[in-house]
């Protein structure tokens, strides 16, 4: 175990209170201190988030009756267009690695501090800057883009909606991302604690850590790419536009090739969560330590190289259809050695059901059922039938809200008692929880089976026959916003009034736990000095 | 013995092979006598004068001055010709290069008993959507066999004489200011695009807006499928794996920071 004073007994000044050379709101929105740039970031990002709820919500009341309810089909693109814009590039992509990335990747592997920490400061700026100008894109100029967020040439380069605005917000916010990504990189590589090898590194720092490869890597393309459709629509240059001499389908290439990769930005990290968690509310070992290591790596590894099954429809050649249909399978062994992993961490282990474990739980779930309904897709037979219906809306949403979304709530509910000092309302929580839960799998488990029957995604009206379902996710909808709602207050009501909180309220073993709650401005008085592996619990040194 | 008749069947089998191949070479050479053989980077004899449509004499020297959409019709072609110039006219309208201002257009008649008249009529069905004072730059040219076989010679354009007609390819080719050949684009239809690009490269080694030169960095010509192909992914992903390997390469080197405490 590390070796620390017993926290609490010194007396000393936490993060949040810390005076530095600015005061007061300057002294956050200047900060350079990681914690604090986390906490800038969760607070934008929850904005934003309830802002992207809201929009998603708007079109599930559209669709709670066949033909026009409350919009007509211009409103709702471009509803669903701006919707997938800020949930993909200013909250999914970003959030994990720049909220906990920030907040806990230099003290679970012992730092003061990223590498760059003003660096740091530049990129939530960039983000803040892409995020405002993907929102602008709604207001400004000649009406909210209507492209979808896929951005697909030629209608993106033709549309005379304001597709520049949000071109430029992806363009700006990929660049926020690529900076986080090298920050942390370099971070990882350089400032570990003393006797902190590769192999005694916690493995959310590890998830981290393929994440910023692929960050590094892939964003490039999406940004080259976005600016080709600039130039595309600005000086009529023609990449990707036919009647320019363009080739539309490149565009798809260049688009997939950062976008695959992204889902994997966003659920890696996801991953690197609950793996923190499991050990801790079964107060055992994590079981496969290695393997989830490497699955981390090999996931970020392979997802370079599926990008092609998102076009098995737009005329590729066989070759490339089995080639990328090949690899999709490949990609999900990873990922269920991840899950094997977890399920036999909790074996045998004296699980806690506390709300961070019941998020977590319910993130292996969720995340299953999107994982094999992927492998539908993922076939070439199958993927015929459900392209472009609300199938894949069902499937994506399972991946990204059912597992990024519950693994952000995951690690909120197990880190919040570090990040402010205070505990939140069990109860409320638990309850919090059973609603999303509830409200989630009524709101998305409906779209699989009108998918399958043919209700095609990105419409704004449908057949009757499809309704019965669609009012069912509708009133998901609603019961997942209103359990989204409750989570919010009781946090919002512990950050300010909760019950101050010990050093290890759960009884956790990686370095953030040994430090007091908040943790003081530069983490540790001591840098520690690491001698074991992780996730120990006293079962002694299996070194 | 047997040994030697199986080598000599062998040998007159391969010989009776290297036969085929031979006939099979006249047949090629028979093709290019309707074709075209790329003469990229040949200057064109800038001393043959022709007739333009309004009965003058003009020498070529005199006429490229600008990049140059260079032609061969003759014009009372059934078949392909009138195909090319739509293609022609149809590029020109979709340009956003200035007809007049940035190229001119030269169709030259292969056909000596063509004449200034014909040639006057046949332009007037072809510049309709091109507004009245770009027309004139749309040169519709006639000549003697001499300069005609001259010029078609130095270009690489084979045609022969078949029944009351002409067998012969379509193609434009892109001609520098100074006469070079730059470019050969096949076919009826061109994509602006292309056309664009050409007339682009035609002015190399020339004093040119910059948006040319980004625009050839950004494409290359493939020579296989005969069209420009975007180069610029190409150069973007090699540099951008060159500086992670870089990256990841002085990370490792430099190991992990001595702490300060």
Redesign the interface.
């Known amino acids: 175990m590390i070796n620390m004073d017993k926290p609490g007994n010194t007396p000393y000044v936490s993060y949040l209170k810390h005076e530095g050379k600015y005061k007061g709101l300057l002294g956050w929105l200047l900060t350079t201190d990681h914690k604090r740039i986390g906490l800038l970031y969760l607070y934008a990002i929850i904005v934003f988030f309830f802002v992207g709820a809201i929009l998603g919500l708007l079109m599930r009341i559209e669709l709670i009756a066949p033909g026009q309810t409350i919009m007509g089909p211009q409103t709702y693109n471009g509803l669903f267009t701006i919707h997938g814009i800020i949930m993909i590039f200013v909250i999914v992509i970003p959030a994990l690695p720049a909220v906990f990335g920030n907040f806990f990747l230099p003290i679970l592997i012992g730092a003061r501090d990223v590498a760059f920490p003003r660096l740091n400061l530049f990129s939530f700026y960039l983000y803040i800057l892409g995020a405002i100008l993907g929102v602008l894109s709604q207001f400004a100029g000649s009406g909210p883009p209507d492209t979808g967020w896929t951005f697909y040439v030629p209608y993106s380069a033709q549309s005379s909606t304001n597709v520049i605005y949000a071109l430029v917000a992806a363009f700006i916010l990929g660049f926020s991302s690529i900076l986080t990504g ?1 920050n942390f ?2 971070t990882i ?6 006797g902190m090898s590769w192999f005694r590194m916690p493995l959310f720092p590890w998830a981290i850590y393929a994440t910023a ?1 692929i960050q ?2 892939a964003t ?2 999406v940004g ?1 790419t976005l600016l ?1 459709v600039i130039a595309e629509r600005v ?5 990707f536009d036919p009647a ?4 539309p389908v ?1 565009f798809q290439h ?1 688009f997939w090739i950062y976008s695959h990769p992204a889902v994997y930005i966003m659920i890696l990290p996801a991953m690197g969560i609950v793996t923190e968690i499991f050990p801790t509310f079964s107060q055992k070992p994590v079981f496969g330590y290695g393997a989830i290591a490497m699955s981390s790596l090999a996931i970020a590894f392979v997802g370079y190289f599926v990008w092609g099954h998102h076009m098995f429809t737009s005329g590729t050649s066989y070759a490339s259809r089995w080639v990328f249909s090949f690899l999709t399978f490949i990609v999900a062994v990873p990922s269920a050695i991840k899950v094997f992993n977890w399920i036999s961490t909790m074996y045998g282990g004296s699980i806690d059901l506390k709300p961070p474990l019941l998020y977590a739980i319910s993130f292996i779930f969720l995340f299953m059922i999107g994982g094999f309904t992927g492998l539908t897709l993922g076939s070439l037979a199958t993927n015929i039938q459900v392209h472009a219906t609300s199938f894949v809306v069902a499937h994506f949403h399972y991946i990204i809200f059912g597992g990024m979304g519950f693994a952000t709530f995951a690690g909120i509910h197990y880190w919040f008692p570090k990040m402010f000092g205070r505990m939140y309302n069990n109860k409320v929580a638990n309850i919090a929880w059973g609603i999303n839960f509830v409200g989630f799998n009524l709101l998305y488990f409906p779209q699989f089976i009108i998918g399958i029957q043919g209700m095609p995604r990105r419409y704004f009206d449908y057949l009757p026959q499809f309704q019965p379902a669609q009012v069912i996710s509708t009133i998901g909808g609603f019961i997942l916003f209103s359990g989204l709602v409750l989570m919010l207050v009781n946090l919002m009501k512990a950050a300010r009034k909760g019950e101050p909180a010990p050093a290890n309220p759960w009884k956790g073993v990686t370095l953030e736990w040994q430090i007091p709650s908040p943790p003081p401005h530069e983490n540790f008085e ?2 520690p000095e690491i001698k074991t592996k992780p996730y120990l619990f006293g079962t002694g040194n299996n070194e | 013995m047997k040994k030697i008749t199986a080598l000599v069947i062998l040998l007159s089998g391969a010989a009776l092979a290297h036969g085929q191949n031979f006939v099979k070479d006249n047949d090629l050479s028979k093709q290019v006598e309707i074709g075209i053989v790329e003469k990229l980077g040949d200057t064109i004899p800038l001393n043959l004068t022709f007739s333009d449509e309004n009965g003058d004499k003009i020498v070529l020297g005199q006429l490229i001055s600008k990049p140059t959409i260079l032609c061969f019709v003759y014009y009372d072609c059934p078949g392909i010709c009138p195909a090319l110039q739509t293609g022609v006219a149809e590029v020109i309208s979709h340009l956003d290069l200035k007809l007049g201002k940035d190229y001119q257009v030269v169709a030259i008649s292969f056909n000596p008993a063509d004449t200034p008249e014909r040639a006057r009529e046949v332009k007037s069905n072809y510049v309709q959507k091109i507004s009245e004072e770009q027309r004139k730059d749309w040169h519709y040219l006639t000549g003697t066999q001499e300069n005609i076989t001259a010029i078609t010679t130095a270009v690489g354009y084979h045609y022969i004489v078949q029944g009351m007609g002409f067998a012969h390819p379509s193609a434009i080719m892109i001609v520098s200011p100074h006469g070079k050949i730059t470019r050969y684009l096949y076919g009826v239809s061109y994509l602006p695009f292309d056309v664009k690009m050409a007339l682009f490269e035609s002015q190399k080694g020339l004093s040119r807006p910059t948006i040319n030169k980004v625009m050839e960095l950004c494409f290359a010509y493939d020579p296989q499928s005969k069209t420009y192909s975007l180069q610029v992914t190409r150069i973007a992903g090699i540099l951008i794996l060159f500086c992670a390997i870089v990256i990841l390469g002085i990370l490792f080197l430099k190991g992990r920071m001595k702490s300060k405490k």
């Not at chain 1, 590589?189 to 003393?194: C, W």
């Open positions: 090298i990189i370099v590589h350089r400032l570990r604690a003393p490869w590094v890597l490039p393309i080259i080709m000086l009529h240059i023609g990449f320019l001499g363009g080739d490149l260049l001591e840098i």
